[in-house]
């Protein structure tokens, strides 16, 4: 039986971290972005790119379900309302796999502390906070488990999910 990890949560909350943790911990495992399947310049949301996204991230997923080499497929994005999600499931070939709908959420705190770090180190902008603490309360609206990731270090978060789904 294949795992598959749906892995949201909002922009600077911890989710590629703890995917490469969860990846190098599970073994046998394969690990997908979301947003490298739109990583453009300049970066428009709009519904051809909408459409496209999805293709190519479920597109991907399917490879990896459909490749025998792999038991463990981890995706993340910010996956903040119940519709991506399920339009995500519905396009995937799940024969033999089991579906984990997880999101990481956190203290408001701490995701601005995550996001100032991440300003400071020239990898997002300032227009950052107010868009990812406008999306944090939007997930406990999800049928996902929640992992509170503040206090912790990716690897304790990615030993949570294990020891939880």
Known sequence: MKQIYLIGGTMGVGK???????????????????????????????????????KNITGVLNNFINCSMYKHIIFSWVMDEQIIIN???????????TIHKISLICRP???????EEDI???IRTIDIIDK??????????????????????????????????
């Open 16 to 54: 590629t971290v703890t995917c490469q943790q969860l990846k190098a911990k599970l073994g046998n495992s394969v690990y997908l972005d979301g947003d490298w399947c739109w990583d453009m310049n300049p970066f428009v949301v709009n519904e051809e790119t909408k459409k496209m996204v999805i």
């Open 87 to 97: 339009d995500l499931i519905n396009r995937l070939n799940l024969d033999g796999c």
């Open 109 to 115: 705190a701490v995701l601005k502390e995550h996001l």
């Open 120 to 122: 400071e180190n020239g």
């Open 132 to 165: 990812a603490m406008g999306k944090l309360s939007k997930y406990s609206l999800l049928d996902t488990l929640k992992v509170d990731v503040s206090g912790f270090a990716p690897n304790e978060t990615a030993v949570h999910i294990m020891e939880n789904c």
